[in-house]
T-cell receptor
Framework: KQEVTQIPAALSVPEGENLVLNCSFTDSAIYNLQWFRQDPGKGLTSLLLIQSSQREQTSGRLNASLDKSSGRSTLYIAASQPGDSATYLCAVKETSGSRLTFGEGTQLTVNP | EAGVAQSPRYKIIEKRQSVAFWCNPISGHATLYWYQQILGQGPKLLIQFQNNGVVDDSQLPKDRFSAERLKGVDSTLKIQPAKLEDSAVYLC?????????????FGPGTRLTVL
């Protein structure tokens, strides 16, 4: 059974800092990995999707990497802003089907 | 483009009562998902529909939860009877198809409190 873990559970940083969020998964037989953002009272928004054959994806100040063999992914946020404050979730899609298995999320607070 | 719509946004009920949630996916999206997100946890898939057929309901507690997607568009998720542990946010998502690269678009969710 696939298990996804995210560390840290919560993170508070001053504005402008670069930061890294971590995600690990137990079964390396994944098809892709996705990072989502969740704002309070709102649904999830997809940020980046990395196929299992890819090493990284970039969008603006966000960069996600994937090391499938070690079961790890990182989300790098450059020059953090207060508007980045949200919960960040990673999810893996398994090869055998289209179910997403989510981690518990990292709650990020960026202080002005 | 309109997003995924859900109603109600909030619901408070007593245990053993029944409750129903409604979801309207993005127009043209064949696949619809219901997730349960307990506070402090990531979403867990309850059921996945492809058009009006069930693709995956392996994590749906079928003794009390049911879902339907009539005509392959809107969907309803029902809980009968509700238990305290059903308190959670119920998220609906939709995607164009079941291809592994499909992006899922999420609605705002329905926050259920069972007293």
């Amino acid at each position: 059974k696939q298990e996804v873990t995210q560390i840290p559970a919560a993170l508070s940083v001053p504005e402008g800092e670069n930061l890294v969020l971590n995600c690990s998964f137990t079964d390396s037989a994944i098809y892709n990995l996705q990072w989502f953002r969740q704002d309070p009272g709102k649904g999830l928004t997809s940020l980046l999707l990395i196929q299992s054959s890819q090493r990284e994806q970039t969008s603006g100040r966000l960069n996600a990497s994937l090391d499938k063999s070690s079961g790890r992914s990182t989300l790098y946020i450059a020059a953090s802003q207060p508007g980045d404050s949200a919960t960040y979730l990673c999810a893996v899609k398994e090869t055998s089907g289209s179910r997403l298995t989510f981690g518990e999320g990292t709650q990020l607070t960026v202080n002005p | 483009e309109a997003g995924v719509a859900q109603s109600p946004r909030y619901k408070i009920i007593e245990k053993r009562q029944s409750v129903a949630f409604w979801c309207n996916p993005i127009s043209g999206h064949a696949t619809l998902y219901w997730y349960q997100q307990i506070l402090g946890q990531g979403p867990k898939l309850l059921i996945q529909f492809q058009n009006n057929g069930v693709v995956d309901d392996s994590q749906l507690p079928k003794d009390r939860f049911s879902a339907e997607r009539l005509k392959g568009v809107d969907s309803t998720l029902k809980i009968q009877p509700a238990k305290l542990e059903d308190s959670a946010v119920y998220l609906c998502a939709s995607s164009l198809g079941t291809w592994n690269t499909d992006t899922q678009y999420f609605g705002p969710g329905t926050r259920l409190t069972v007293l």
